[in-house]
């Protein structure tokens, strides 16, 4: 509450005290009391507006009563529209909204939403956007990825007969990608950790109304890749200082297979520096999903869950082979009890391509809130549609 607010009722009390015992002589201490009543229980119920529900906005802390939130806990593009449902706790400590009052979601990096009640919802709106621009990061559609490698070279090639000083010169299309051969064996074996930096609160009728949502920053040997949300679309990209090119790009669609018209799935075909990758459901048994993945030069793979009771990893298995290629490690596991602690982590054999990393890394980030997990093991959950 303002100081002025504070002055007008403390004028309205002291003309009421004035007038009670002007009214009435005698007993002016007995007689003042009456009206100071009420103007005691106004101003504990000014003093509360002010505890509870005073905003204050600068470029570093929204504070509401006695909460406080920072800027940077707060998703640049956490500001929740007009109509969508919110579910969260009030800032400023009360238990409940007032009437007369809207309330404006606003949600947290870790997926949590906080609530503010306010008179003035539009107002509050635009200065959150004002104050959360300087984080959001510019809205470029990523373009599209480079041709395939093996056509960089060939291209490479010709030109150098052709001209001698072709080799000195990059094609556009070879630096568009970054100079990386996504089909090239790694050479040797490792792991990375693949840390989702998008919660499932957030997760969840996020990704089509905002522009941008950094998912992953990952390190495959010497490459250091980012993945990100573009407006439903997956995007990875070869980190070059704060230049980012694209490599690999995917966007979720339902599936249309028999098994749709009861359990619901999704699909994620890719592009690969300009080479698709076909992903088709198939069913391994009563409680198993698997992906038949084809690629270019007739490559073929199995995407699919793996673990005796509960889904606790993800194999990508070439075919042919027994033993898979890439293993993405998931922690948590989806609806698992005491799930091990430790962050997600993905295991790759030296005979592996950056492709084959990046495959079940976008399809997890894809479907870890959604669908990856068994039929049985989505029926405990209660998951059933």
């Keep these: 509450m303002s100081a002025r607010a504070w002055w007008i009722l403390l004028g309205i009390c002291a003309a009421a005290c004035a007038a009670t015992i002007a009214a009435t002589p005698g007993h002016p201490v007995d007689v003042a009391s009456v009206p100071l009543i009420p103007g005691v229980i106004a101003a504990i119920t000014m003093w509360s507006v002010g505890l ?11 504070r509401v009563g006695r909460h406080r939130l920072r800027v940077t806990d707060m998703h640049p593009y956490g500001v929740v529209p007009v109509g969508e449902r919110v579910d969260g706790q009030i800032m400023g400590g009360a238990y409940g909204s007032t009437l007369g009052t809207n309330i404006v979601g606003i949600q947290r990096h870790d997926g949590t939403t906080a609530l503010v009640e306010t008179r003035d919802p539009d107002a509050l709106r635009a200065a959150l956007q004002q104050v959360l621009a300087p984080h959001q990061a510019p809205f470029h559609p990523p373009s599209a990825p480079a041709p395939a490698p093996d056509r960089h070279r060939a291209a490479a ?29 790694l050479g040797s074996a490792g792991s990375t950790v693949v840390e989702d930096l998008l919660r499932r609160g957030f997760h969840l009728g996020s990704t089509g109304r905002v522009p941008y949502l950094h998912r992953a920053d990952v390190q495959v040997g010497d490459v250091p890749l980012r993945l990100a949300w573009w407006q439903r ?13 694209e490599v690999a790009r995917g966007r979720s669609e339902r599936g249309t297979g028999p098994q749709n018209l009861v359990w619901g799935y999704s699909l994620m075909p890719l592009d690969m520096g300009g080479a698709t990758i076909h992903v088709e459901r198939r069913r391994r048994g009563p409680e ?16 699919h869950p793996a673990g005796r009771v509960f889904a606790h990893r993800t194999e990508l298995t070439r075919a042919g082979d027994r ?4 293993t993405h490690q998931l922690r948590p596991i989806p609806g698992a009890p005491r799930s091990p602690a430790g962050p997600p982590t993905v295991t790759w054999r030296d005979d592996a391509t950056l492709a084959e990393v990046l495959m079940p ?20 959950r209660f998951d059933v549609l």
Excluded: C
Aim: proline share 8%; glycine share 8%.
């Design 288 to 303: 198993r999903w698997a992906l038949d993945v084809t690629g270019p030069d007739g490559r073929a793979w199995t995407w």
């Design 52 to 62: 509870y529900g005073n905003i204050t906005l600068t470029d570093d802390t929204l």
């Design 361 to 380: 890394v976008m399809w997890t980030l894809d479907r870890v809130y959604d669908g990856i997990l068994p039929k049985a093991q989505r029926l405990a």
């Design 233 to 245: 679309t997956l995007a990875a990209a070869v980190l070059h200082g704060d230049d980012e090119r």
């Design 323 to 326: 033993r898979p290629v890439v």
């Design 157 to 185: 090639s010709t030109a150098h007969r052709d001209d001698p000083g072709a080799a000195e010169r990059p094609s556009p299309a070879a630096d568009a990608a970054a100079g990386v051969d996504l089909w090239a064996p």
